[in-house]
């Protein structure tokens, strides 16, 4: 019998990012109970945390598809199979059961499956700090921008050099006030094209620069960023907002002592999507394999295999490859 603490699914999912919403759909189309548990309090992972109003261009069927507009229709589709989620809530412990595997949640919550599906992403990521923002995150500073329109008719200084950087650049431009982008070297790891988007767009960039600190107005609200060059030169601008796009560092966590292979951070699976620990799969970013392309596109076609592969384990009788799921509609 499950104790009032104990849920009992056929899959458990870690990680609510594209994979794990497009498992979750996959998994109810087989006809198994799903549940998703994620750290964030929202669905869609990294797309929802890190980029929400970006554009992505390489998802089949979408020639450009918003990152918030693209969860959205993930939910929904698995939302047809009522999957539950546990967001907000860490996976801490794995053990082996006689009929699969408990997960133990923060909270002492447990969750009994048939299987476990990892889709974790890069895993549990942490902003890297701008170190003369120190007091001010959540009073202007930021590191994600999850809305364009809380930055409308505001002066915005981006720092960093990287996609992500100019991504904000060229999204928040047409809604701020100005926008600007600090970066303390001549060089970025930013796509050529993109940079030269920016540049073509008239974005101020600003090179070989550090922000030395951040002032308020009278009322304390953030007013303006003092930068200094390599030069030595001085330079003052406006800002209500800035956004430190300075990358971030990650870790699986908990996962890291589940009696998985785990190789710079990424889980090796086998062609099934199978880890080294039975009942155990793994999609999406976080599973490794030569040859691998790390796309979201790739992370859907991956679900699809563990969750077919699951769906056999769980039921020896049943057929790997259902049938495509326009003749069952």
Do not use: C
């Not at 609510?16 to 929202?42: C, K, M, N, Q």
């Not at 009929?99 to 949640?105: F, K, P, S």
């Amino acid at each position: 019998m499950s104790s009032p603490e104990t849920l009992s699914v056929d899959v458990l999912i870690v990680g609510a990012g594209p994979t794990g919403l497009f498992g979750a759909y996959y998994a109810g189309f087989r006809g198994l109970s799903t549940a998703i548990v994620d750290s964030l309090p929202e669905s869609g992972g990294q797309v929802t945390a890190m980029y929400p109003e970006k554009m992505i261009y390489d998802v089949g069927g979408f020639p450009a598809v918003r990152g918030r507009d693209l969860v959205k229709g993930l939910v929904e589709q698995a939302g047809q199979w009522n999957p539950t989620y546990l967001l907000g809530r860490k996976a801490q412990e794995l053990r082996t059961v006689d009929d699969g595997l408990e997960v133990t949640l923060d909270g002492d919550q447990v969750v009994r499956a048939g299987a476990v599906l990892i889709t974790a992403g890069i895993g549990e990521f942490t902003p890297r700090p701008l170190p003369a923002g120190d007091g001010w995150l959540g009073r202007g500073l930021v590191h994600f921008v999850p809305s364009l329109a809380a930055h409308t008719g505001k002066h915005v200084v981006v720092v960093g050099g990287g996609d992500s950087a100019f991504d904000w650049v060229l999204a928040l431009r047409p809604v701020a006030a100005s926008v600007a982008l600090v970066h303390r070297r001549s060089k970025f790891r930013a796509a050529e094209s993109i940079v030269r988007e920016a540049r073509e767009a008239g974005v101020r960039i600003i090179t070989d620069a550090e922000v030395t600190s951040l002032r308020g107005d009278d009322d304390g609200e953030l007013a303006e960023v003092e930068l200094e060059t390599r030069a030595g030169e001085h330079i003052v601008l406006p800002a209500q907002t800035v956004v430190a796009a300075l990358g971030f560092t990650a870790d699986l966590g908990p996962i890291e002592s589940w009696g998985l292979t785990i190789e710079q951070r990424s889980i090796q699976v086998d062609t099934t999507m199978a880890t080294a620990r039975e009942r155990v799969y793994a999609a999406g970013d976080v599973a490794a394999y030569p040859g691998k392309v790390k796309l979201i596109a790739t992370g859907f076609g991956e679900a699809a295999t563990a969750i077919n592969n699951i769906a056999v384990l769980l039921d020896p009788a049943a057929r790997l490859f259902p049938g495509h799921s326009s003749d069952k509609m």
